[in-house]
């Protein structure tokens, strides 16, 4: 995987809701801060953080890649920032919530598994 591959093998996780592929993406020890702000550190605890929210507001959502600005620290890291916009989120009744804006900051690293995130951040942007 390249760093170009990432958002994209983000997204597709994101949209099947398949917390522990999104772990996979990640570092070992790599931490995460999920768009409703829970920190976890290690895949273990991302895999728990992430399957809690797509058990909430994200069991039905999706991710559509928009911008992405990747910035090389050299041939083995890189900064990213990816846009998507999400839909389908839903409120606790189960009623659709409006479409909106996610952005995906990473720093990732060139691992012997390919390029992984050692931290990241999902952040909800105002429309």
């Known amino acids: ?23 996979a993406l990640l570092d070992s020890g790599a931490d995460l801060v999920t768009p409703t702000g829970q920190h976890a550190e290690g895949r273990e605890a991302v895999t728990a953080a992430l399957a809690a929210e797509f058990a909430g507001v994200f069991r039905a959502a999706r991710l559509v890649k928009g911008k992405l600005k990747l910035r090389p620290l050299g041939a083995q890291s890189a900064l990213l920032a990816q846009r ?21 900051t990473a720093t990732l690293a060139a691992t012997p598994q390919g390029w992984q995130a050692l931290s990241a951040q999902l952040s909800m942007l105002a429309e």
């Open 84 to 104: 998507y916009v999400v839909t389908g989120a839903q409120d606790a009744g189960g009623a659709e919530l409006p479409r909106c804006s996610l952005l995906l």
């Open 1 to 23: 995987m390249t760093p170009e591959d990432f958002p994209r093998a983000f997204a597709s996780a994101f949209s099947t809701q398949d917390a522990a592929a999104i772990a």
